[in-house]
C-alpha cells in the first residue's frame, strides 16, 4: 500500500494562484460551503498537480465520492464557458512548478 501525502505549500500556492485570477479570499476555498473557487483548487491540485481525490477531499472537507463530479464539472466549464478556461490556464501559468 502506498502513502499519500498532502503537500500543504503547493496546495497554499494554488490557493493563493486561484484567489489573485478570480479575485476572492482565501476563506472562500477552505470554508465548509462548496464554493466555485474550491472546486477550482480540487480541480487543479488533481488535473494538473497529481493529488489524490481522498487526500484532496479531506483536506478541503469534500466527500471523495463528490471530487470526480468535481472534476467533471470544472472540465464541462472549460468546455462551454471560455473565460473561465482563460482563468484556469492563468492559475496555472502561476503554479507551474507544481
Not at 476572492?24 to 462548496?34: F, G, M, Q
Not at 477550482?40 to 471530487?67: A, H, N, T
Amino acid at each position: 500500500m502506498r502513502t499519500i501525502t498532502f503537500d500543504i505549500e503547493k496546495a497554499n500556492a494554488v490557493e493563493h494562484a486561484v484567489c489573485e485570477v478570480f479575485d476572492c479570499r482565501v476563506s472562500e476555498i477552505v470554508s465548509l460551503k462548496d464554493t466555485l473557487v474550491k472546486k477550482v483548487v480540487v480541480f487543479i491540485l488533481l488535473e494538473y498537480c497529481g493529488y489524490d481525490k481522498r487526500v484532496s477531499g479531506y483536506y478541503y472537507q469534500m466527500s471523495y465520492l463528490y471530487v470526480p463530479t468535481v472534476v467533471a464539472e470544472m472540465e464541462y466549464l472549460i468546455r462551454t464557458v471560455p473565460a473561465f478556461e482563460t482563468k484556469i490556464k492563468n492559475v496555472y501559468e502561476k503554479i507551474l512548478d507544481c
